[in-house]
């Protein structure tokens, strides 16, 4: 990053230091060029909140949670057990997360395997964050603009989650609009179930482009996202009708990043 | 004397069968493997009392909601009539509860009232289904069979009521004539509507009809009890300890398989000491591959399901044209579970049909098509999940033999070669700190 440094675990841990919490980045978050915008629009609200916070570096590896979904459990349970033992071997307590994948993963599923940390997704912290006043947005990029949430399936209908993205998006002072399929009813995007990291089975229709058209059809600005695949597969449904000079797809840390020039 | 003989005769034979019906249903249940679910009572009784009881998550979709609302009240107040009948029928009496005076004329208005609306309902869900026909009633897995279940049932419960209405017209014109048996009660707000359309028969041919009524209506009970348990209306009974039993944890946590970690625990400390062994018998399978495979409680979901679509009408897979119905999944398993139970209770318990949930009834390409996007499982008013039989059996494909789709065995190899479903270097993951 240009002006701090972000520490590892590692580091820390030598320094005798513990952060306040650990920042779980993630594979897409790490490794995908426009999800890595994400993380580092995240890493800035961190650190301009005043965060004491660290990453694994290369000690992170995937949560197992394509393999879960695509039926591979043993893969799941290995990957699951070898990032319990780096974390637990830190003693690490509380996680954010950048995608409500790892998200999900990290909280319902790592506790009956050895791992039980309170886990937050990123919406949640930033949540707090503004909330509490650390962080503080006036105004902005976004101010008057009209915006539209899309809920991701991990997120929203696994978890529960529909408030918190929804209250960070708020302090943008923009024109927050509805799809009609939202909340418990919102569309997935076509990522879920590891269908991310397969062409889709035969239809006539893919998903991505149904939710991009319902998210357009509501003339937005910006679509506002909170997963990193939904942010692949939205990008790509705005691009295919065209309307990637209009819309933006954007995550909503990115927006308050945006709104507070950072 | 005769009467009251051969109706205690029907009412026990009509009582036997479906007591039998319902041990067979649930040995079909208990196929499935044993799980304990009885962790928080207290939120469970909660549960079912808002779902099942409250009707909570009819509402998402209105006219739908409001409808059922009125079968569903109708069914379980104009049962209080039912009781009447049986102590009528068993003792000979004529509407013996008409000692409350005023609170019956209050019930039987009341009946009267539901079972219009009970009508205006079946009329209304007929035609949603015949006339207007709705996208998820006309669906390709409601071909034949459940096309024709459905409409039964609907018709039955008008001809129910109907025999309701006709048997208190007629009733009231004999009260008001004076006829010897029919005492003076009940108030008749809406078959008093019918009334002048029999009014001009005489004294004899109103109590054959009546009679008549009275009959086709217990008959038509006990009949239509007995088709329950054959028809998706087992609904009615099996939302309640389907609603009960549902999963409470956030919906996005899939089951751990214990299974598989004490063999991957094994695999990564030598020195662990190795769970029990299995009781003798063939090891247990990874995943599903047919009904027996899948837990008691994913068997009940199927027999709870009445085939209204919800789910599948919010697929996204299912509405980009993919092969993938949940309700398809669930009305599989259930024709699955009830043939290899047929098949069992012929044959004996050692009997291998040679057919299997899995490609005899559910292909793979429905199984990969699934975004596991928890929408189906929000959709279901009674709880069912159809996801946890997707995951099951795409285990079986993946763990047993290894039949991913090539990209995702692609993804499993990355994983484990490089920490990460993509192709990069776990040493560059702090890549994105740079510029």
């Keep these: 990053m240009e002006n701090f440094k972000v520490p590892t675990m590692a580091e820390m841990t030598a320094r005798g230091e513990k952060p306040e919490i650990l920042f779980w980045v993630g594979c897409a978050g790490s490794f995908d060029d426009r999800a890595k915008k994400v993380t580092k629009a995240l890493a800035k609200l961190l650190h301009h909140a005043g965060m004491r916070f660290a990453v694994l570096g290369t000690e992170e590896s995937c949560t197992g949670d394509p393999a879960k979904r695509a039926g591979n459990e043993f893969l799941f349970q290995m990957q699951a057990m070898n990032n319990i033992t780096v974390l637990n071997g830190y003693e690490v307590t509380k996680i954010v997360t950048g995608c409500p994948h790892c998200f999900n993963t990290l909280k319902n599923e790592y506790p009956q395997l050895g791992g039980s940390y309170e886990v937050l997704h990123h919406s949640q912290l930033l949540q707090q964050l503004l909330d509490s006043g650390r962080l503080k947005v006036e105004g902005g990029a976004y101010r008057g603009k009209k915006v539209t949430f899309h809920d991701p399936c991990y997120l929203g209908r696994a978890n529960d989650v529909y408030e918190a993205p929804r209250r960070v998006i708020m302090r943008l002072d923009s024109l927050m609009t509805e799809m009609k399929r939202s909340k418990a009813n919102g569309l997935c995007c076509g990522a879920g179930g590891a269908q991310m990291f397969k062409e889709p089975e035969k239809g006539d229709k893919d998903i991505n482009m149904e939710r991009a058209e319902e998210a357009l059809a509501l003339k937005p600005e910006s679509i506002a996202v909170a997963c990193p695949f939904c942010m692949t597969m939205l990008s790509d449904g705005v691009k295919l009708n065209n309307m990637e000079g209009e819309v933006k797809v954007k995550d909503i840390a990115e927006m308050i990043a945006e709104a507070m020039d950072l | ?435």
């Design chain 2, 1 to 435: 004397m005769l009467s009251q003989f051969l109706f205690l005769l029907c009412l026990a034979t009509g009582i036997y069968f479906f007591a039998r019906k319902i041990r067979e249903v649930s040995s079909n249940i208990h196929l499935g493997r044993p799980l304990q679910i009885n962790d928080r009572p207290g939120d469970r009784w909660k549960v079912m009392a808002r779902v099942a009881l409250g009707q909570s998550k009819m509402g998402s979709r209105p006219v739908a909601a409001f409808f059922h609302l009125l079968i569903y009240v109708g069914f379980v107040i104009i049962n209080i009539e039912v009781l009447e009948i049986i102590i009528d029928g068993l003792f000979g009496t004529h509407r013996v509860l008409s000692f409350m005076g005023s609170f019956y004329d209050f019930l039987i208005a009341a009946f009267e009232w539901l079972a219009l609306g009970v009508l205006l309902a079946c009329f209304v869900f007929l035609s949603r289904r015949n006339i207007i026909r709705l996208k998820r009633m006309i669906m390709p897995e409601l071909k034949g069979w459940p096309r024709t279940d459905a409409n039964l049932i609907l018709v039955t419960e008008i001809l129910l009521m109907s025999a309701f209405l006709i048997m208190n017209a007629t009733d009231s014109i004999l009260q008001a004539r004076g006829a010897a048996h029919y005492v003076q009660a009940g108030a008749f707000p809406v078959s008093g509507m019918l009334v002048p359309f029999f009014d001009g028969m005489s004294n004899d041919a109103l109590i054959l009809l009546e009679r008549s009524c009275w009959w086709f209506h217990i008959l038509g009970i006990l009949a239509f009890l007995n088709y329950v348990p054959y028809s998706k209306h087992l609904h009615i009974l099996l939302a309640f300890p389907n609603t009960w039993y549902s999963k409470l944890s956030p919906k996005g946590q899939f089951n751990n398989m214990e299974s598989v970690m004490n063999e991957v625990k094994l695999m990564m400390d030598p020195s662990a000491v190795p769970a029990p062994a299995a009781p003798e018998g063939t090891p247990q399978r990874f995943g599903a591959r047919d009904v027996r495979d899948l837990n008691w409680k994913q068997l009940m979901d199927a027999y709870s399901c009445t085939e209204c679509g919800r789910c599948t009408s919010s697929c996204p897979a299912n509405l980009t044209g993919k092969l993938l119905s949940p309700r398809k999944i669930m009305m599989d398993t259930r024709d699955r579970v009830e043939e290899l139970g047929r098949q069992l209770r012929i044959h004996g318990p050692g009997h291998d049909d040679g057919k299997t949930l899995l490609n005899d009834y559910i292909r793979p390409e429905e199984l990969w098509a699934c975004t596991s996007c928890n929408a189906c499982v929000e959709a279901c008013p009674v709880l069912i999940d159809p996801l946890s039989i997707i995951i099951d059996m795409r285990r079986y494909l993946v763990m047993e033999q290894s039949a991913a789709p090539a990209e995702l065995n692609g993804m499993f190899t990355k994983i484990e070669n490089n920490g990460a479903p993509w192709q990069f270097s776990p040493a560059d993951r702090m890549n994105w700190t740079e510029s």
